[in-house]
């Protein structure tokens, strides 16, 4: 018992500990937020991407009109002629966050701008998730643990990629969020403690206000809670932990417009409910367990099962009866694209045409989480030695986040933590047995070592009969002091794994060796890390860059072409282009647009994809009957931007082709090849695409070379009869052309078309622009 006799650390020892670890965490929040201000430094303090300026816009709004105004905003400049209900369909939490903290520096007299605001609001927030991840990892692994994975997260290429400055999307306080509400889960599971329960279902609700996302947390807690179940690790700790959770945060839930009576109709909060009522049963049961005598415990335990299988069997029927009306069975497209990947390219077209919604390459993991790939299997076997609840948890984050990460690339933002915490959790674990190896092998420390083997083992022995007669006393007998004995248990339970640590020594070189490869790889991966934030990720979207030869070129074609469009037509304008650039539109020219990135009405895009996909006048008549001035199309094939509208082109005529049938993508392909060449087919040659991305390019070389598609374009000279150009920016990559008015009719004309009308009115009706 030698082990138990050792001296515990002095209080000093322990508050300089406190002292430094609060320092480090200081630290690491500094870097955190630091290592994001690239995109300032090296180019300006601007919003990034396309979704940011629509929340950017909303922001913007919300801190001039008030709260009540923003939760009734009607917006006519999207969606034209149909409009969108702002407050009912955003999630309001990171306008809602960005405006909190605008006021609040205005109040103390700090006058920083809405954009200002906007553009720090992702650093700021990445602190914070560095400090949660440094709470939960704390909660699983002890403090070396969280210290460690906090500052792995701070630098994480797959968060940077959504938390640099400028990019102002939900993410970036979403994964703050995601991760806080996960370590106050664990907090309530290992203290059991209410108070710590109710403010877990606060945090769920900022998650559900902030992300679309928040239903992987609503799926993950009771597949974890279900686990212990069945593996028999339920405990009164794990009722508190999660029955409020699942009342109060679903009544949270149902506050968010966004959400509404979603929070209890959908299938992805099904699971939860399902597991609410398998918790109660198995509290049910533990509860008699302690009231009756063996004999009648089995009758009441028939009883109760029975009982439970007959509601389970009711929910279950009732739920089924309430889903079987949707095609869908309750399923959003997005989660049946995660359970079935192949989903939305057979169905949606519109989720599978997103970057994002595709699966990611081997290489995306290496550039995304880097040597953490390396080192998570590490941190998985170091959770089950020894298993915990809180350990299990992490295994299940990190399983499940692996797999929607395989799925969809923009899921690798919901890996990052996971993997952070296992790396630290790896690293932590390492450091401790290479580091004691070395301390317990110099000079005068091993011969004062005050365990020794056998000592050890009758602990260990020892301790395993009280933690085993512990775990009986509670199965028989769940009084009132089941608390205070569950954590006597966790105590007693502590011990044997601190000894397994003292007998676990590895040779003095063998570790001097390790630790050296570990801080080499960790300054790879820190080095990594500033290269992936500073090159990769800091570059705006809305602004291009590219170096050659003669030095560093800066392509400003977006805003140069909405600056024109906000100078230079009438306010009341509507502009059509593809919805990925609806949102710019509207923030920065000021212009109604016809469709957005919001893309919730699938009919929308297909119109504006059947108007590219068909020849010039057919699609002049369909923008003119949606009142449509100016078209805008992005063309990359001068400067060879490969993210332009003929590469999106496919896209448009596989959208336009699911509502319009007339609309058939093999028209396009010659012999299953996209081309543009002179081996492009007469409909891809002819199609309003394509003559307003090549019209008077080949002015430009003499040829009409294609940098981005590497040949020559096959239809070089042509007129444009019912679209003018009005516009092209320096670099050709912005093109905006103006609808011409229709052709004045003439009187000598009029009689004839006039009596051919007659004559064919009975048999021939109006023609339908849409075909």
């Known amino acids: 018992m030698a082990a138990l006799e050792t001296p515990q650390p002095s209080t000093l020892r322990h508050a300089f500990g406190n002292v430094l670890s609060i320092f480090v965490l200081l630290l690491i929040g500094v870097f955190a937020f630091s290592i994001r201000l690239f995109s300032v430094i090296k180019y300006e303090s601007v919003i990034h991407e396309f979704d940011p300026y629509f929340n950017y816009r909303v922001t913007q709004f919300l801190t001039k009109n008030g709260i009540y105004d923003f939760w009734n905003w009607f917006d006519d400049r999207t969606w034209y002629p149909l409009g969108r209900v702002i407050g009912g369909t955003v999630y309001p939490g990171l306008t809602l966050t960005a405006g909190t903290l605008w006021r609040i520096l205005n109040t103390l007299n700090i006058p920083l701008s809405v954009e200002t605001v906007c553009v720090f609001t992702a650093p700021i927030f990445s602190a914070f998730a560095s400090w949660a991840t440094y709470l939960l990892t704390k909660e699983v692994k002890g403090v070396g643990a969280g210290l460690t994975a906090a500052a792995l997260l701070a630098m994480v290429p797959s968060y940077i990629s959504r938390s640099v400055a400028g990019s102002y999307d939900n993410e970036a306080v979403a994964i703050f969020a995601l991760i806080f509400t996960f370590y106050l889960y664990i907090k309530a599971l290992n203290t059991g403690s209410l108070f710590y329960a109710t403010l877990n279902a606060i945090a769920y609700f900022y998650m559900v206000c902030s992300w679309g996302g928040y239903t992987f947390i609503i799926n993950l807690i009771p597949m974890h809670v279900l686990l212990c179940i069945v593996t028999g690790r339920y405990s009164s700790r794990l009722y508190i932990a999660y029955a409020p959770l699942v009342v109060l945060g679903t009544l949270l839930a149902s506050l968010v417009p966004v959400v509404g009576f979603n929070a209890v109709m959908t299938s992805e909060h099904f699971a939860s409910f399902l597991v609410f009522i398998i918790i109660h049963v198995v509290a049910l049961v533990y509860y008699i367990k302690g009231m009756i005598s063996p004999q009648m415990f089995k009758v009441a335990v028939t009883l109760v099962v029975s009982v439970g299988l007959i509601v389970c069997g009711a929910v279950l029927a009732v739920l089924i009866a309430l889903v079987a009306s949707s095609p869908t069975k309750g399923w959003s497209g997005r989660s049946l694209s995660l359970l079935d990947p192949t989903y939305a390219s057979k169905y949606i077209p519109i989720i599978a045409s997103v970057s994002e919604h595709q699966p990611p390459t081997w290489p995306s993991y290496f550039m995304d989480i880097n040597v953490l790939a390396f080192l998570v299997p590490a941190g998985i076997i170091a959770c089950f030695l020894p298993l915990s609840d809180a350990s299990s948890f992490a295994v299940l984050y990190i399983a499940t986040s692996v797999y929607f990460s395989g799925v969809m690339v923009r899921l690798m933002l919901v890996l990052a933590p996971a993997a952070c915490i296992m790396s630290g959790i790896a690293l932590s ?138 100078h230079n037509t009438e306010v009341d304008d509507k502009v059509a282009s593809w919805w990925d650039y609806g949102y710019q539109t509207t923030a920065m020219a000021n212009r109604t647009v016809i469709v957005d990135n919001n893309t919730w009405n699938n009919t929308h895009i297909a119109t504006v994809g059947t108007a590219m996909s068909s020849p010039e006048k057919a699609a002049w008549e369909i923008f003119n009957s949606l009142d449509v001035k100016y078209v805008l199309v992005v063309f990359g094939g001068l400067v060879g931007y490969p993210s332009d509208d003929i590469n999106k082109f496919l896209w448009m005529v596989r959208i336009g082709g699911g509502v319009f049938p007339h609309i058939k993508e093999p028209d396009y392909l010659r012999d299953g090849q996209y081309r543009i060449d002179s081996q492009a087919t007469p409909t891809m040659l002819n199609c309003l695409m394509y003559k307003l991305s090549y019209y008077r390019f080949v002015e430009t070389d003499g040829k009409g070379f294609d940098r981005v598609r590497n040949t020559e374009i096959g239809k070089k000279y042509f007129k444009l009869t019912h679209f003018e150009e009005v516009f092209t920016t320096h670099h050709w990559m912005v093109r905006i052309y103006k609808l011409k008015p229709p052709k004045n009719r003439i009187r000598g004309k009029t009689k004839k078309a006039k009596s051919k009308a007659s004559s064919k009115r009975s048999g021939t009706p109006k023609k339908n622009p849409w075909h």
């Open 429 to 566: 674990e390492a450091f401790g047995v290479f580091t004691r190896s070395i301390k317990f092998q110099l000079p005068g420390v091993s011969q004062n070592s005050p365990v020794n083997a056998g000592d050890a083992g009758n602990v260990m022995q020892n301790d395993v009969v009280k933690t085993e007669k512990s775990e009986d006393s509670l199965k028989e007998r769940p009084s009132r002091k089941n608390k205070k004995k569950e954590k006597d248990k966790v105590e007693r339970a502590s011990v044997v794994p601190q000894i397994e640590k003292r007998l676990l020594v590895l040779p003095l070189e063998a570790s001097i060796i390790a630790i050296f490869l570990l801080v080499l790889l960790g300054a790879f991966y820190v080095v990594h890390c500033v290269w992936a934030a500073a090159e990769a990720y800091s570059a705006p979207s809305i602004v291009l860059t590219s170096r050659s030869h003669d030095g560093l070129h800066v392509f400003d074609d977006f805003r140069e072409a909405y600056g024109w469009l906000r």
